[in-house]
């Protein structure tokens, strides 16, 4: 993939912020991009698993009593 770029001192000193733990320059930043791409993808699986659990849990139930259907509220 990317090859890999030698940083002097100085040009990492300018490194602030974010910057200093998520870059593409050194290993460390991209293996922190990586963690946190990875984490966005759980948090969404875990939204999504979530929110799929609300609706049924909000569905109205339905019952049968004297061959009609009634929807309980």
Known sequence: ????????????????GYRKYLNTVTDHGRKNIVLSVFAGWGLFGYTMYKMSQSRKKNKPIEYKTDNKVKKAH
């Open 1 to 16: 993939m990317g090859g890999h770029v030698e940083l002097s001192a100085a040009e990492l000193a300018k490194l602030v």
